[in-house]
């Protein structure tokens, strides 16, 4: 069968050209002429004007044996365990089988952690769950899903988490990939426990698969799990980091590897995967929504790492601790869908073009985004775009200090998530999220809400505090909520006297040392998101060789003189760590004593840590204010930049054991006592 592109080529007599080929490279030509486009704009521009396609592609085939499903639609085959559903076989573009030659069940699976009632960490018991029956959803020419399902019942107490599961998976005609999404179900009659845990997993082959990429500054030549082995490499202070000290490839010998540095937010966590260079192949793991997915867009997750592996995490409880951790109570009954994400897999014509195929899964990316909800899925627990509602509106900003009007900001986050207090989207997974961001108006809309009761949830970066509007919002199936206007007044007081950073959920602001020249993770070289380089805590003590930070309002640059961590210090003499004291220095031209100050502090992350605050008095005991122990995000040691939220108010009168505790702060500010003018 032929198929036939036509372009125009500027600069050159050549106007059109025939190509010839078959369907099972279809995908493969086309993607590079696209990306003779996308590359070689600088020399020449490549104009795609029209693309006959084929007037029929091969449908989906579903073949079914004893112990094996395979899903064909021409252009990929995937092969399951059958009664399982573990996908054991990815063959694409001439590759047999793009997935490890390990044993089966480690190849592409769900898992998720469980533990018992009123158990505390956010450890368990881990369960790569397999089907117990399977049936056809679903089956055409254009369309086979396929149903992997284990129910539990009371001979399983103790064995299994009492969830009936059931994962999916299905593949479209002429699609580049496969589609999976699964149904979680607890009846309330059923024992509570709680769940840590829910995700999906693909192990690729170590021989194929050296190269991965996570965003457009975030990608390179991966070492290989072998170079991890304990004859290769020194444990660092955690089991996921290691320094690698006699990998197969030299080029790798000195760094650091550990499967955190390659977390992203949930906003920007839509793409991820690997590229093999021989034959050029890509594996991508895209996720078009993050409605299912917990603790709303700021939530950290791993993403690809060393295996090579390509993660889609759902529940975690990474960089929030217990607190993301789902428990249910007696009689609560609790069903949702994770999913559908897609897997896709695209290659080009030589692996001088390789690099590309990240655009091109970019590409997908966007289209898959731009087609959620999906209209295929063939469960009614996954409603379509007609099924769902749409809420509106537009947040305004009330502050006296800062505007004598009411104020809007681009880009300030709402969000409808499971009714709450203020701030709880944070951590909540058991329900549905919708966000957007506002236009430089303040107006949002959100659209394919599922159906449920929510609360309407935002935070303005530049502004602290959170905001939430106490009317519980009723999604029906096609409705449209206008809520009109809606006003937030941040935390306020009075007057600004100073502050120290940007109120942004965020410390990247401050000053992030360059990382010791042993422990040293390339990629994060020069590069924008320095944080993610390992031990950067212990850096601290380096900085400050004889006595902690003293900050002096007006004369120090929080970008500079600002450590982005405020951590223990370790002694000399033996492994035992100690608090650090950090001092900020202000002068006031007048004491008001008419009335009290405040001082707002915003924290980014906290892990096992107290913030004490005193003033004028080092020593002072009681201190004027204590966090008490607060938080289990562990930050600092999974490179990340912020944790949870939180925010404390501290009134002012006018008159440890381990080297990753500490405290990230987002914002500090000192208020004056109320005025009755108002000050701009």
Not at 71 to 79: A, F, H, K, L, S
Not at 246 to 256: H, L, Q
Not at 405 to 414: D, Q, T
Not at 419 to 433: L, N, V
């Amino acid at each position: 069968m032929n198929y036939f592109i036509i372009f125009k080529q500027q600069f050159s007599n050549i106007t059109s050209i025939n190509v010839s080929f078959h369907y099972k490279s279809f995908h493969s030509i086309l993607f590079n002429f696209i990306t003779l486009k996308t590359f070689r704009h600088h020399k020449h521009s490549l104009n795609i004007i029209k693309l006959r396609l084929p007037m029929s592609t091969p449908a989906v085939q579903l073949q079914i044996e004893d112990d094996h499903v395979v899903m064909d639609n021409g252009i990929v085959q995937v092969t399951l365990s059958n009664p399982g559903g573990i996908v054991t076989g990815i063959q694409y573009n001439g590759i047999d089988n793009l997935l490890a030659v390990d044993d089966e069940i480690h190849r592409g699976y769900w898992d998720y952690v469980w533990s018992e009632a009123g158990s505390t960490g956010t450890t368990g018991t881990f369960d790569i769950f397999e089907g117990t029956s399977f049936r056809v959803v679903m089956e055409s020419e254009d369309q086979v899903e396929i149903s992997f399902a284990r129910t539990w019942d009371s001979s399983l107490e103790g064995k299994f988490a009492s969830l009936n599961l059931d994962k999916r998976f299905i593949m479209l005609r002429n699609s580049s990939g496969f589609y999976a999404y699964s149904i979680f179900e607890h009846l309330a009659e059923w024992p509570p426990f709680n769940l840590p845990q829910i995700r999906i997993v693909f192990k690729l082959r170590k021989d194929k698969f050296h190269y991965m990429a996570i965003a457009d500054n975030r990608q390179r030549f991966m070492p290989l799990p072998d170079d991890r082995l304990p004859e290769r490499s020194q444990p660092l202070v955690v089991p996921e980091a290691v320094l690698l000290v006699d990998p197969v490839e030299t080029e790798f010998k000195g760094e650091v590897d550990d499967k955190y540095e390659y977390s992203s937010e949930n906003q920007d966590l839509h793409v991820h995967g690997w590229i093999c260079f021989d034959p050029p192949v890509g594996f991508w793991q895209i996720t078009p929504s993050s409605e299912f997915r917990s603790g709303g867009p700021l939530k950290q997750n791993l993403t690809s790492h060393v295996g090579p592996y390509a993660l889609a995490m759902f529940i975690s409880a990474h960089y929030g601790g217990e607190d993301l951790v789902l428990k249910f109570s007696p009689n609560e009954a609790w069903k949702k869908v994770f999913g559908p994400v897609f897997i896709y897999v695209n290659s080009a014509m030589d692996k001088t073009h390789a690099l590309s195929l990240w655009d091109d899964a970019k590409i997908q990316s966007f289209k898959e985004v731009q087609s959620w909800p999906y209209s295929f899925p063939d469960s009614e627990d996954f409603p379509r775009s007609d099924q769902r509602g749409k809420v509106s509106g537009r947040l305004q900003i009330r502050d006296r200090y800062v505007s004598k009007e009411n104020y809007s900001v681009r880009g300030a986050y709402v969000g409808l998530a499971p009714p709450g207090d203020a701030g709880s989207w944070q951590t909540e997974g058991k329900g549905y999220q919708f966000w957007t961001r506002t236009d430089a108006d303040g107006y949002f809309s959100i659209s394919h809400v599922r159906t449920g009761n929510y609360n309407l949830y935002a935070w303005v970066p530049g502004v602290i505090g959170d905001y939430r509007n106490d009317t519980i919002i009723v999604i029906t199936p096609g409705c449209d909520v206008n809520l009109g206007d809606l006003l937030f007044e941040p935390p306020r007081d009075g007057p600004t006297l100073w502050d120290i950073g940007i109120p942004d959920r965020s410390a990247a602001e401050f000053y992030v040392p360059q990382p010791n020249p042993k422990y040293i993770n390339k990629l994060y070289v020069n590069h924008p998101d320095r944080f993610r380089q390992y031990g950067l805590w212990e850096r601290y003590a380096d900085l400050y060789p004889e006595g902690d930070l003293v900050y002096t309002v007006g004369v120090s640059d929080y970008k500079k003189d600002w450590f982005y961590a405020q951590v223990n210090r370790k002694k000399d003499d033996d492994d035992t760590y100690t608090a650090t004291t950090w001092q900020i220095k202000f002068e006031l031209e007048r004491l008001d004593q008419t009335g009290n100050y405040k001082l707002r502090l915003a924290l980014a992350t906290a892990n096992i840590a107290e913030l004490q605050v005193r003033i004028n008095d080092a020593k002072a005991d009681p201190p004027l204010f204590s966090t008490g122990e607060t938080g289990h995000d562990n930050t600092l040691v999974r490179h990340g930049i912020h944790g949870l939220y939180r925010l404390y108010n501290v009134e002012i009168p006018a008159i440890t054991d381990s080297p990753v505790q500490g405290i990230m702060y987002d914002y500090i500010r000192l208020e004056g006592p109320p005025t009755p003018a108002k000050i701009f």
